[in-house]
């Protein structure tokens, strides 16, 4: 049995690191920037608000800067129009009005005010450790109006893991606010002797300012703009310091007025000081390469729309990152480095985006454990799971300062190191990588396989560490058909797969670098292993593979989505392939959403858990993957199918990390949404350019210099998907997929260098 204890609002369970989520209050309306090790959650309104959702604030390192930032327009909160996160530059964007009155600010007497008379627009982005925030202010009425503007702010400065519901004994010292003209500090002084501090910067002196207030008056005459402008800039002790001087460049691009004319950097375009503001807003967009030399193009808004969150988020989720081109995991509780979603969101989008592959492939190497450390489930040659910069990490509250817990992150470093070279016949990298992959295949013979039985297995060292270390990693999700948690050490169904793939893949990278012998002993152990899991594993009255071996091994014999993953890595022997296909699309495991992690005629089947019966993009792509692996390419389609039906029901057509079980009721609307989500999330992101890939069938080969399309599939609805310009070597090519009476044609619409394109049916 789980202990349990009510804390306030909040059922907490024995997992100390499941995140915990108010009871009535969840909101998945969010509004989200991120740049780099900072990011913000807001509502709709622009605000930071203390009551709601617990994810909302402004994080800088891990460590929460403003808990509050919410603005006030003659002392009332204004009314919403709408709100938006920008695509093309990851801007928030927000129009509000006022509401009816009948006197002016702070009691004075005045005629009344219309709703509707004042427009407001907020702006905010990220930058450097920075928030820059406009709030413009037109009035549309014919006379003059006065009017106040308040900013209410504060910071907590709490740990993530605090905001995910982690107790700390104590804490570090608030320090007393230091305000001066126009600018007010906020600080505090870790228990790691760090001081974090929050410089609200604003550019015109309030008329007051306080430690949690700043308020201004405008006197708004008809169709005249005028704007307020504030930067919020993270500091810490152990950086660079503020330097009033040297305002950024985003600033001033929120601003209006007569200022200077402003180069950005890194592009150096130039902005005049007299362009409009709307000219200065659109000019300033992420620099960030990724996704940006491939597009896909479709004749439907929806599928656009769709694809173009998705380039957006991950461009979002990489842009500015200390790490380079490494996709960060998801905003708010996982915005860092996490081996094991950087891998499968590189594999996601290898075919159009090959350099995220490349960023992941090279920290993960830098990172790789070169020595045992109990404390962090490290072991040489293992791939690191998490990486953690907070307080509490620092301070070993909590193990993840780097800790290495997840035991698929090692194989699936391989099987993407094989799959880069495939995509990009890039040599030269791969032999800077190999002395990691041979470390890493170390790790699976030794430790990953520490009885001998040829099975890759985990049970965790740290007393801290999590419990279970595949990609479903509550303390809950491997479990036997009676409902009782398996005991460690524990042979999860995917991972030998993954393993069976790394190995494959180390034979075709032996043969690439001359080395025969080895290649050889490397297709044989896969086939041995292949051989091995089949027998072992299949459960012929689930008509799938059971979801792991146990320390005793014995199958847990629970029908998972796990399966799936069997056929994406090319384990599954062919006679299974098309029964684990039924079975995942079958009314158990298929809600019309997707495939759920489990089974509904599963002991432990929760369709509001987080891996007991929910659903997750990521995984349904790769299982999407797995279908078109054994050439069911049509299964492929129907997942495809209803993550596209889902993203164009969800808000601003973002995919989040997972969303509820629930069986798709007719004509009712949306997915339920899991309450704490991470939106967005890397690989839910990337899923759209894996289930396309899936769907056209597509196979890219750099060394062959070939691009092969097997019986491609678009969804209903899809006349034709657009590819432009598809890098293959030194080649490239736009490419037509186009729907005709007689089937699925593709067309070279243009092409550049040596590249042969083909389809088959």
Same mark, same amino acid.
């Given at each position: 049995?789980?202990?349990?204890?009510?804390?306030?609002?909040?059922?907490?369970?024995?997992?100390?690191?499941?995140?915990?989520?108010?009871?009535?209050?969840?909101?998945?309306?969010?509004?989200?920037?991120?740049?780099?090790? #900072?990011?913000?959650?807001?509502?709709?309104?622009?605000?930071?608000?203390?009551?709601?959702?617990? &994810?909302?604030?402004?994080?800088?390192?891990?460590?929460?800067?403003?808990?509050?930032?919410?603005?006030?327009?003659?002392?009332?909160?204004?009314?919403?129009?709408?709100?938006?996160?920008?695509?093309?530059?990851?801007?928030?964007?927000?129009?509000?009005?006022?509401?009816?009155?009948?006197?002016?600010?702070?009691?004075?007497?005045?005629?009344?005010?219309?709703?509707?008379?004042?427009?407001?627009?907020?702006?905010?982005?990220?930058?450097?450790?920075?928030?820059?925030?406009?709030?413009?202010?037109? %009035?549309?009425?014919?006379?003059?109006?006065?009017?106040?503007?308040?900013?209410?702010?504060?910071?907590?400065?709490?740990?993530?893991?605090?905001?995910?519901?982690?107790?700390?004994?104590?804490?570090?010292?608030?320090?007393?606010?230091?305000?001066?003209?126009?600018?007010?500090?906020?600080?505090?002084?870790?228990?790691? %002797?760090?001081?974090?501090? #929050?410089?609200?910067?604003?550019?015109?002196?309030?008329?007051?300012?306080?430690?949690?207030?700043?308020?201004?008056?405008?006197?708004?005459?008809?169709?005249?703009?005028?704007?307020?402008?504030?930067?919020?800039?993270?500091?810490?002790?152990?950086?660079?310091?503020?330097?009033?001087?040297?305002?950024?460049?985003?600033?001033?691009?929120?601003?209006?007025?007569?200022?200077?004319?402003?180069?950005?950097?890194?592009?150096?375009?130039?902005?005049?000081?007299?362009?409009?503001?709307?000219?200065?807003? %659109?000019?300033?967009?992420?620099?960030?390469?990724?996704?940006?030399?491939?597009?896909?193009?479709?004749?439907?808004?929806?599928?656009?729309?769709?694809?173009?969150?998705?380039?957006?988020?991950?461009?979002?989720?990489?842009?500015?990152?200390?790490?380079?081109?490494?996709?960060?995991?998801?905003?708010?509780?996982?915005?860092?480095?996490?081996?094991?979603?950087?891998?499968?969101?590189?594999?996601?989008?290898?075919?159009?985006?090959?350099?995220?592959?490349?960023?992941?492939?090279?920290?993960?190497?830098?990172?790789?454990?070169?020595?045992?450390?109990?404390?962090?489930?490290?072991?040489?040659?293992?791939?690191?799971?998490?990486?953690?910069?907070?307080?509490?990490?620092?301070?070993?509250?909590?193990?993840?300062?780097?800790?290495?817990?997840?035991?698929?992150?090692?194989?699936?470093?391989?099987?993407?190191?094989?799959?880069?070279?495939?995509?990009?016949?890039?040599?030269?990298?791969?032999?800077?990588?190999?002395?990691?992959?041979?470390?890493?295949?170390?790790?699976?013979?030794?430790?990953?396989?520490?009885?001998?039985?040829?099975?890759?297995?985990?049970?965790?060292?740290?007393?801290?560490?999590?419990? &279970?270390?595949?990609?479903?990693?509550?303390?809950?999700?491997?479990?036997?058909?009676?409902?009782?948690?398996?005991?460690?050490?524990?042979?999860?169904?995917?991972?030998?797969?993954?393993?069976?793939?790394?190995?494959?893949?180390?034979?075709?990278?032996?043969?690439?670098?001359?080395?025969?012998?080895?290649?050889?002993?490397?297709?044989?152990?896969?086939?041995?292993?292949?051989?091995?899991? %089949?027998?072992?594993?299949?459960?012929?009255?689930?008509?799938?593979?059971?979801?792991?071996?146990?320390?005793?091994?014995?199958?847990?014999?629970?029908?998972?989505?796990?399966?799936?993953?069997?056929?994406?890595?090319?384990?599954?022997?062919?006679?299974?392939?098309? #029964?684990?296909?039924?079975?995942?699309?079958?009314?158990?495991?298929?809600?019309?959403?997707?495939?759920?992690?489990?089974?509904?005629?599963?002991?432990?089947?929760?369709?509001?858990?987080?891996?007991?019966?929910?659903?997750?993009?990521?995984?349904?792509?790769?299982?999407?993957?797995?279908?078109?692996?054994?050439?069911?390419?049509?299964?492929?389609?129907?997942?495809?199918?209803?993550?596209?039906?889902?993203?164009?029901?969800?808000?601003?057509?973002?995919?989040?990390?997972?969303?509820?079980?629930?069986?798709?009721?007719?004509?009712?609307?949306?997915?339920?949404?899991?309450?704490?989500?991470?939106?967005?999330?890397?690989?839910?992101?990337?899923?759209?350019?894996?289930?396309?890939?899936?769907?056209?069938?597509?196979?890219?080969?750099?060394?062959?210099?070939?691009?092969?399309?097997?019986?491609?599939?678009?969804?209903?609805?899809?006349?034709? @998907?657009?590819?432009?310009?598809?890098?293959?070597?030194?080649?490239?090519?736009?490419?037509?997929?186009?729907?005709?009476?007689?089937?699925?044609? @593709?067309?070279?619409?243009?092409?550049?260098?040596?590249?042969?394109?083909?389809?088959?049916?």
């Amino acid at each position: 049995m789980n202990s349990r204890n009510r804390v306030g609002d909040v059922l907490a369970v024995d997992n100390e690191y499941y995140v915990r989520a108010t009871s009535g209050l969840a909101d998945h309306r969010t509004r989200v920037l991120k740049y780099g090790d #900072t990011f913000v959650v807001f509502n709709r309104y622009g605000d930071i608000e203390a009551l709601g959702p617990l &994810q909302f604030g402004l994080f800088h390192s891990e460590s929460r800067h403003l808990s509050r930032m919410v603005l006030y327009v003659n002392d009332r909160q204004p009314q919403l129009l709408g709100s938006t996160v920008r695509q093309d530059t990851a801007l928030l964007a927000v129009d509000l009005t006022n509401l009816d009155e009948t006197v002016g600010p702070e009691g004075q007497q005045a005629g009344p005010l219309q709703r509707g008379m004042i427009h407001i627009f907020r702006s905010s982005l990220l930058d450097q450790a920075t928030c820059h925030q406009l709030v413009r202010l037109i %009035n549309y009425g014919a006379e003059d109006v006065s009017v106040s503007v308040a900013l209410h702010f504060d910071a907590d400065f709490v740990d993530i893991f605090e905001v995910r519901g982690s107790k700390r004994e104590r804490r570090g010292e608030i320090m007393p606010a230091q305000i001066k003209q126009q600018e007010v500090l906020l600080s505090y002084r870790g228990l790691d %002797n760090v001081v974090r501090g #929050t410089r609200l910067y604003f550019w015109q002196p309030p008329e007051s300012l306080g430690p949690n207030e700043a308020r201004f008056a405008f006197v708004l005459e008809p169709k005249v703009e005028q704007n307020l402008v504030v930067d919020i800039f993270c500091e810490r002790s152990d950086s660079k310091p503020f330097d009033s001087a040297q305002l950024p460049a985003g600033a001033a691009l929120l601003a209006g007025g007569q200022l200077p004319a402003i180069s950005l950097s890194p592009g150096g375009t130039v902005v005049p000081a007299d362009a409009p503001l709307s000219a200065r807003l %659109n000019t300033f967009s992420l620099q960030s390469k990724v996704l940006r030399a491939t597009r896909v193009v479709a004749s439907s808004d929806r599928l656009n729309a769709w694809i173009a969150r998705s380039e957006s988020d991950l461009r979002m989720l990489t842009e500015g990152n200390p790490e380079g081109e490494y996709p960060y995991a998801g905003v708010p509780w996982f915005s860092t480095v996490f081996g094991r979603d950087g891998i499968i969101t590189a594999m996601e989008c290898l075919w159009i985006a090959p350099s995220i592959a490349r960023g992941v492939l090279g920290y993960l190497a830098d990172t790789q454990a070169t020595e045992e450390n109990l404390l962090q489930d490290a072991e040489p040659g293992k791939i690191i799971h998490e990486i953690r910069r907070g307080e509490m990490a620092v301070l070993g509250e909590v193990p993840f300062g780097r800790y290495y817990g997840s035991v698929d992150a090692t194989p699936l470093f391989v099987m993407l190191v094989g799959e880069y070279f495939q995509r990009t016949n890039d040599l030269e990298f791969v032999k800077e990588l190999w002395p990691h992959v041979e470390a890493a295949l170390g790790w699976m013979e030794r430790y990953g396989d520490a009885d001998g039985d040829g099975y890759v297995e985990y049970r965790r060292m740290s007393p801290r560490g999590l419990l &279970q270390q595949g990609w479903k990693d509550s303390h809950d999700s491997i479990f036997h058909a009676d409902g009782r948690i398996a005991e460690p050490p524990i042979a999860l169904c995917e991972v030998q797969g993954y393993v069976y793939a790394a190995k494959l893949a180390a034979s075709r990278l032996c043969t690439a670098l001359g080395c025969g012998f080895q290649a050889t002993k490397f297709s044989n152990d896969a086939a041995a292993l292949k051989k091995r899991f %089949n027998k072992d594993f299949w459960c012929e009255e689930l008509g799938t593979f059971a979801l792991a071996l146990d320390g005793n091994k014995n199958p847990c014999r629970v029908s998972t989505s796990n399966a799936g993953h069997a056929l994406f890595a090319g384990i599954a022997a062919p006679e299974y392939a098309e #029964t684990v296909c039924e079975t995942l699309l079958s009314p158990s495991l298929f809600s019309g959403w997707g495939v759920r992690t489990v089974s509904a005629t599963e002991k432990r089947y929760n369709p509001m858990s987080y891996h007991n019966g929910s659903v997750w993009p990521h995984d349904n792509a790769l299982v999407g993957y797995g279908f078109a692996h054994y050439g069911m390419h049509e299964k492929a389609l129907q997942v495809l199918t209803a993550m596209f039906d889902a993203s164009s029901e969800v808000d601003l057509h973002r995919l989040p990390e997972l969303f509820c079980g629930f069986h798709r009721r007719e004509n009712a609307g949306a997915p339920i949404l899991y309450p704490v989500a991470c939106a967005p999330q890397a690989w839910a992101a990337g899923a759209v350019y894996l289930l396309l890939c899936a769907c056209l069938g597509m196979k890219i080969d750099a060394a062959e210099r070939y691009v092969q399309f097997e019986n491609p599939q678009l969804p209903t609805g899809v006349s034709d @998907v657009e590819i432009r310009g598809l890098q293959v070597g030194e080649a490239h090519a736009d490419l037509l997929i186009r729907r005709h009476s007689r089937g699925i044609d @593709v067309e070279v619409l243009e092409k550049h260098g040596q590249m042969e394109v083909t389809k088959r049916i």
